[in-house]
T-cell receptor
Framework: KAGVTQTPRYLIKTRGQQVTLSCSPI?????VSWYQQTPGQGLQFLFE???????NKGNFPGRFSGRQFSNSRSEMNVSTLELGDSALYLC??????????????FGEGSRLTVL | GENVEQHPSTLSVQEGDSAVIKCTYS??????FPWYKQELGKGPQLIID?????GEKKDQRIAVTLNKTAKHFSLHITETQPEDSAVYFC???????????FGQGTELSVKP
């Protein structure tokens, strides 16, 4: 069974540009969450999608957005990139959504460097 | 707000010794407490989890204990091996689906 697939694995952008990251969840998983990982702030929740609807959102500015498609694949977008957006962006999928939290299966992440 | 504090930030043990990592959470509504292991260049992987109706759970060399009154939970690894070396994260889930609040991580080093 294939795991969570994230693309691209590495990318370099300059300030002011925008970036789109992609996540394919484990087959059958309908919940997809995104996290930002940095050495200073650790793992921080960005947002969660279930059945193409955003169910939860973390405390990030509006420059961070996401969406989920009917096949459960998800994308996140960061516009007007800042140096502080350099991070590992992790996608996780889960069988369960709603009030019950189930095991999150993480991908290997997309490492974004902003110059 | 929601917060999880994790200690220690680094931990070095000799192979065969035990390792203990402790976390404290702030949201009394939290009911799910997973532990993740992250190896270099990889995403976090769940190693054990516990729900608030259970005080202790064990899986081979790994155990987790939960004290809801004190809002503490701990990870215990016995008979450590070099392959246990990694960064370990605790997390808690407030009453909101798939959102996890992570601790800052513990870098465990097991010396042969």
């Amino acid at each position: 069974k294939a795991g969570v697939t994230q693309t691209p694995r590495y990318l370099i952008k300059t300030r002011g540009q925008q970036v789109t990251l992609s996540c394919s969840p484990i087959s059958g998983h309908r919940s997809v969450s995104w996290y930002q990982q940095t050495p200073g702030q650790g793992l921080q929740f960005l947002f969660e999608y279930f059945s193409e609807t955003q169910r939860n959102k973390g405390n990030f500015p509006g420059r961070f957005s996401g969406r989920q498609f009917s096949n459960s694949r998800s994308e996140m977008n960061v516009s007007t990139l800042e140096l502080g957006d350099s991070a590992l962006y992790l996608c996780a999928s889960s069988l369960i959504a709603g009030e019950v939290t189930g095991e999150l299966f993480f991908g290997e992440g997309s490492r974004l460097t902003v110059l | 707000g929601e917060n999880v504090e994790q200690h220690p930030s680094t931990l070095s043990v000799q192979e065969g010794d035990s390792a203990v990592i402790k976390c404290t959470y702030s949201d009394s509504a939290s009911n799910y407490f997973p532990w993740y292991k992250q190896e270099l260049g990889k995403g976090p992987q769940l190693i054990i989890d516990i729900r608030s109706n259970v005080g202790e759970k064990k899986d081979q060399r790994i155990a987790v204990t939960l004290n809801k009154t004190a809002k503490h939970f701990s990870l215990h690894i016995t008979e450590t091996q070099p392959e246990d070396s990694a960064v370990y994260f605790c997390a808690s889930s407030p009453r909101q689906g798939g959102k996890l609040i992570f601790g800052q991580g513990t870098e465990l080093s097991v010396k042969p």
